[in-house]
């Protein structure tokens, strides 16, 4: 293998797959990068794999010579992104007369100095799973950002909650679902599949790990423009994300994912507009002295006044009340929630009022966006006690 | 008490002096700030003291009741750094009906809202130390920044080295010489002190913790313009530096500071002058393979070709070579250091071009700015094994 190709290409292709790259190998050989090199089209590819999640990403570069290695990752990028800007030409001993017989060495040379690195050969480096034969969901990537930033917040980080780990994709008639819960809450986004043909009606269901789609998310804010178009294969093993240069996989968890949906009260007995932002501002406060405690806020909801009050005891500590504005329909109540998922949600919602929808002080409580993304986010109240 | 002010100001108090607040406090007083508002001046101190590093500042303010209190630092901390912008009035039971007899409620009262937080009386709060009867040193923000930026770092951080967890500070005629070194290496920074007078004649010597210099020079980077003068109080128990509203006072590390001077060589046989920068960079990119292994960088000297060649060997992973330019006097040799040693000295030194010089490849090697400040930094060599 014999290449020439640009510091800036080679250090953003290697940092975006890196991530991929287990910091725990349960074999050498995935403690590295496989680098890939087509004389024919000079393509560079890089994949990385962990067995669980892959990224394979590649650039433009002049290939001398085609070849296949697989190169150890950090110390490679650890170089790479240290070396100036300029050509790089990277090429392995079978160009040179070093063969120590320990390996491969693989010689960097920038413009100035020389980095000889020992690889592996890249035949024992596993293939990234493909999916053959399903029809792609298309997806716009400010959809797909749209729908990580809804939900991957309320994944469960607790390993044994299996499923509840990772986000649940539904493909509905032109658009795709997105839910998430931990048990506590749940956030449910549905992004309006507007590039979908005929190809889309397929009912489909998987649940992908809160991880990849964190990288995943991570990947388009980096490299997608907001209207490319992302390909999305699923089926029951895998969920593969395409676009460009670049591909993200990651197996699936197995499990029935929870009936979320009757969860969502159809009917209401009380509405609040509120300002998202000065709710959040005010409960970040309250959440200073919650913390000390149970992390129990109260919401007072005082009709005549058209206004909410939030408070928190926090005995032998403090307290504290604020009062704030609101647009309220029904009758006064006083209803508690953990501080930390009201927060949460909060955060997540993409708009500058919100509507809070509730019946009682001890049944779901339904935050949606006053007009924009279709995002529903269900926070369960916890019991008042005084 | 009672007293109105800006949120800001009380912010921007309360995190100054935070860092002098144990987070694991030996006695329950001193996980607060002393709060003491003053109504014949209109001025609010806030102290905090972990009974070696105190930290006061103070700042004007409304006061319409004097009075001293002890509130806790974390909690106040977080509640005022999350209240808007505005006034906030903070007064305590002795002016309200409140008294549950659990210590003192005291009630910050913003724009909206109110937080109550249960505070202590001051009397227990120890007192700062204060030195009296000796004529301070006057150094410039900008001489003091100076001296600990290039020799804070030298430092051990190894709690058993004791005076060498320190930065040593020795009062020369007209100048204040700062010194720090863990055993490995040494930097030294002498800062001219153009504000002296007749009353700077003092041969003075104390050790001061890195971990209070370090507070010092984070406060200085904040607060004080670069012509700001410093007042330095300095005897065998305590060091004080005070310049405006703030005080930052520390106890001093007790022992026989080492007799660096006599490991400085007065004459050498080689001299290099290099560009820092470039040295640097190149040092980073070695050091990543230096790392795998024991650290250890070759320097190649040749003063034919007026470069020299950083090298690194790191079997089984690989190998780097770099060369770069330098101006060189004296025969050509080879000379290992450690790596990280080299690097954390560079990053010190203020200027474009330094100078190297030594004699042999066992001997101390000596780094200084071509120009401006007056530093030194030693770096002893490693034996070179192959």
Known sequence: MKLVCNQSDLN?????????VPSRPTHPVLANVLVVADADTNIVTITAFDLSLGIRTSFNAEVIQSGTIAMPAKLLNDIVSRLPEGEITLED????????GEGILVTLTP???????????????PELPVIEDTQPIYLSAASLIEGLRGTLFATSADETKQVLTGVHLKVLPNALEFAA???????????????????NDAELEVTVPARALRELERMLAHSAQSEET???HFDQGQAIFEWQNQRLTSRTLDGQYPQYRQLLPRQFQRELTLDRKQLLSTLERIAVLADQKNNIVKVSIDSGAQEITLSVEAADIGS???PMPAQISGDD?????????????????????????????LTPVIFTPLSGVKMTYLAMPVQLRN
Do not use: C, W
């Open 12 to 20: 953003t292709n290697l940092s975006l797959t890196s991530r991929a």
């Open 93 to 100: 001993e079978t160009n040179t007369e070093e063969n120590t």
């Open 181 to 199: 819960t931990d048990g506590h809450r749940l956030a449910v986004v549905e992004t309006i599949n507007e590039g979908s043909d005929d190809n």
């Open 111 to 125: 413009r100035s100095g020389s980095y000889k690195v020992r690889a592996m050969g890249g035949e024992e480096f």
């Open 333 to 361: 109540i006083d209803i508690a929630f953990n501080v930390k998922y009201l927060m949460e949600g909060l955060k997540a919602l993409p708009a500058t009022e919100i509507v809070m929808q509730l019946n009682s002080n």
């Open 230 to 232: 992302i390909a999305l």
């Open 320 to 322: 504290a009340v604020e």
